[in-house]
């Protein structure tokens, strides 16, 4: 393990294409700084500030901070739009207990982040609780937005704590259901009947969109309660239980849709919100990690830069999945443009990047790499910074 200060990276790929000499003394290269938060430690627009402050003088630093759904994504798009605004409004937590919410407003379109209203994060681990965690926090939000004149809404879904369907939400905005009990607050379990119409005449006027962070589909093996419940504190009891009634949701659910419920790409993002969304509501499921692309100009940008830095909390083979770092890789590979990770921690099979810098070489333990981060960053920065100059020397 490398002392603070020492220049240490992973080697993926030699950087020999890639290297460039400088003639003139005048000339500044281009670094496209665009990473992802790394979870509980640092945030997007934090590790480009770190970047700037460092590379500006040697280097012109263009930073796009960026979000693909998850915690503070609705903050980095909004900031991408004309003239955002923070709004705020009484909302309650992944356990329904009262807490202050915050969404994104520019002109007539809220962006609306479930992961700061009811996600995980709202919660301490000892709290996790499937049977219990819902999205009513996400209904109250888009009550108000569209309440104060909102007429489109832009819904960012990663890091929820619940495997509701998101009937929590729907039921707050006007979802009529009937359950055979009401032991538990997620509206999944034991559900009988649903009725949208009501629901459906009150949005009719109001276009939704909705940002994911991973593709898969609602119920099954691959689906939301195999794959995540898991992390949402769920026993392996309780995982096989929820998928029961994600199934017999999406039979309910068949009945208001033209199309495939089973199979929905994005269907299982977030408990299953996003397939209720889309049947209900018409919502467009889409990428986060796409529309960040789209809305920030990133593709403008890149064409203006030589070389990119990028990364997220975990580098893994996850990470070439519609992730921020492995969509922005190849982006750079198809412009034979050099693309450096930064992360918390990596693990082999990351071979598109150029090289990885890992925060976890510069703390004594990957605990102090995440609650200290701010202690070890600079060093990384400064070490990317001695490999940027044997690029560009």
Do not use: W
């Not at 890091?159 to 707050?172: H, K, P, R, V």
């Amino acid at each position: 393990m490398a002392g603070k200060g020492s220049f240490c990276f992973t080697t993926i790929r030699a950087p020999s294409a890639y290297c460039l000499s400088i003639m003139s003394d005048s000339f500044k290269p281009t670094v496209l700084v665009a990473p992802n938060a790394f979870k509980d430690s640092l945030t997007a627009p934090q590790i480009c500030d770190y970047f700037n402050s460092l590379l500006s003088g040697r280097y012109r630093v263009i930073s796009l901070p960026a979000g693909d759904g998850g915690d503070g994504t609705a903050e980095i798009i909004a900031s991408y739009f004309p003239l955002p605004r923070p709004v705020y409004f009484p909302a309650v937590d992944a356990l329904e207990r009262p807490v202050r919410g915050t969404y994104y407003r520019s002109g007539k379109t809220a962006i609306i982040e479930l992961a700061g209203i009811c996600g995980l994060k709202t919660l301490k681990i000892q709290e996790y609780d499937v049977l219990n965690a819902n999205t009513t926090g996400v209904g109250k939000a888009v009550n108000h937005a569209v309440t104060n004149g909102v007429n489109e809404i832009l819904l960012c879904v990663g890091g929820s704590a619940s495997i509701d369907g998101g009937l929590g939400a729907l039921t707050e905005m006007g979802l009529k259901i009937t359950k055979s009990h009401d032991k538990y607050r997620n509206h999944i379990i034991d559900l009988k009947q649903i009725d949208p119409s009501d629901l459906k005449v009150k949005f009719k006027d109001v276009k939704f969109t909705i940002l994911c962070d991973v593709e898969n589909p609602l119920y099954g093996k691959t689906g939301a309660a195999y794959v995540f419940a898991p992390q949402k504190g769920a026993s392996p009891q309780q995982v096989i239980q929820l998928d029961t009634y994600l199934k017999r949701y999406a039979s309910l659910l068949t009945g208001y849709s033209n199309a495939a419920v089973a199979g929905l790409k994005y269907g299982g993002a977030a408990g299953g919100i996003t397939t209720a969304f889309a049947v209900f509501l018409g919502a467009r499921l889409i990428s986060g990690s796409e529309y960040y692309l789209q809305v920030s100009g990133f593709e403008k940008h890149l064409r203006e830069s030589h070389v990119v830095i990028t990364g997220e909390g975990r580098i893994d083979r996850q990470s070439l999945y519609g992730k921020i770092p492995g969509v922005i890789a190849d982006k750079c590979r198809q412009r034979h443009i050099p693309v450096i990770a930064v992360a918390g921690i990596s693990e082999p099979g990351a071979e598109i990047f150029d090289r990885i810098f890992r925060l976890i070489d510069y703390a004594p333990c990957l605990q102090a790499s995440i609650q200290q981060a701010q202690c070890y960053f600079p060093a990384l920065c400064r070490d990317v910074k001695k490999y940027l100059d044997t690029l560009f020397r």
